[in-house]
């Protein structure tokens, strides 16, 4: 109430009407936050502060000055190729493995962005979606890029709903032929536990509140009406926007959009007939590409991220592999459910993603 100079009883109000799924429009006219921006009005601001109008900001992080080397120069133009593998997430916890972070990724292509010496990106995609923040963030950099330089997006075995999310707003999108794509969609995932929490585990749960939905969330009890019409508009919203930003980027009308969409999963020659990709071919198709649109004829290619040495994660791995048998020998038939509902938890409630892992048998 201080900081913000908002009386408590209007706090209270605010906490009452759920603020979280109202537009963050709202927020700014509520005085809960100041204004609305992208990482890159971040820099903006920075450099108004510092009044470095022109030229990279000298911002860098303890690892990236300790690793700083010179590079030997190569011949030609440089198309950069940046490879997205796996699940999007807001950012990388301990246990992330093959995680499209979005934090670091967005730090990686503004950096291709502001890198002169590359002409071109080539944004490799294997995803089957995550995190709808986290899509919606990527998104904006890939747009950034591309208005920067071209932009050429290379689907592997899958670019879907959140995998597609970050593709769309490339200047080119190359599929394999059998990669799985689309999926435009969205959900709210948030874990109702009640029934494994008491009537498997024995735990019951008294609850005392300030707010008429202070608990939102928690895992021990459903949602009531109030709560679940509340989720589904933010949902809506968060579909609508999906949309949107498919129509923008394929220059296609929303409604023309909504008719591939609703979770719908096609293949790459499929996406290609329907306008959701524009060739089919693999990472050197879409390396020529990035070429041509940069007009280039004498370029080498570099790759991103730098993948760490093999003996760097390989006592990480024998923890992780120790703690997970560990917990399997003492929860025995728990330990499935319980992980499951873990990685749960640690999700984005928005997701967009394909509710199912493929698994294609010969």
Same mark, same amino acid.
Request: glycine share 8%; charged share 25%; proline share 4%.
């Given at each position: ?23 963050? =429009? ?70 992330? =493995? ?48 591309? =208005? ?163 003996? =760097? ?50």
């Amino acid at each position: 109430s201080r900081s913000r100079s908002i009386k408590k009883d209007l706090l209270n109000e605010y906490a009452d009407s759920m603020l979280t799924f109202r537009p963050a =429009e709202e927020l700014v006219r509520n005085g809960m936050i100041d204004s609305l921006c992208y990482i890159d009005g971040i820099s903006r601001m920075l450099r108004a502060k510092t009044g470095k109008d022109k030229g990279a900001l000298p911002l860098v992080s303890v690892k990236e000055l300790a690793a700083a080397t010179e590079a030997t120069p190569k011949k030609g133009d440089k198309i950069a190729v940046y490879y997205a593998y796996g699940d999007i997430v807001d950012r990388k916890t301990e246990w992330s =493995e093959n995680v499209i972070d979005a934090e670091t990724v967005c730090r990686d292509l503004r950096t291709l962005r502001e890198d002169e010496s590359v002409k071109a990106v080539v944004l490799r995609v294997n995803s089957g979606g995550g995190s709808a923040y986290a899509s919606e963030q990527i998104w904006h950099e890939v747009k950034l890029l591309r =208005e920067a330089k071209p932009v050429v997006v290379s689907m592997g075995g899958m670019a879907a709903s959140g995998g597609y999310y970050i593709s769309c707003a490339a200047n080119y999108i190359v599929a394999e032929p059998t990669t799985l794509t689309g999926s435009i969609g969205i959900f709210g995932l948030i874990p109702d536990a009640s029934q494994l929490l008491s009537d498997k585990l024995g735990l019951h749960f008294d609850v005392v509140k300030t707010n008429a939905h202070a608990d939102f969330g928690t895992p021990a009890r459903p949602f009531n009406p109030s709560e679940a019409q509340m989720m589904q508009g933010y949902i809506q919203r968060g579909y609508k926007l999906f949309t949107e930003r498919v129509a923008d980027g394929r220059n296609m009308k929303t409604g023309q959009v909504e008719k591939l969409a609703e979770g719908r999963v096609w293949t790459g020659r499929q996406a290609v007939e329907n306008g959701l990709a524009d060739a089919n071919g693999n990472l050197q198709t879409a390396i020529k590409k990035a070429a041509s649109l940069a007009q280039i004829k004498d370029y080498h290619t570099e790759y991103a991220p730098t993948p760490s040495p093999w003996y =760097e994660g390989l006592f990480d791995q024998q923890k992780k592999d120790y703690l997970n048998t560990a917990l399997q020998e003492t929860l025995g038939t728990y330990y499935a459910p319980l992980m499951s509902l873990r990685q749960i938890r640690q999700m984005s409630v928005l997701q967009t993603r394909i509710p199912y892992e493929p698994n294609f048998i010969n």
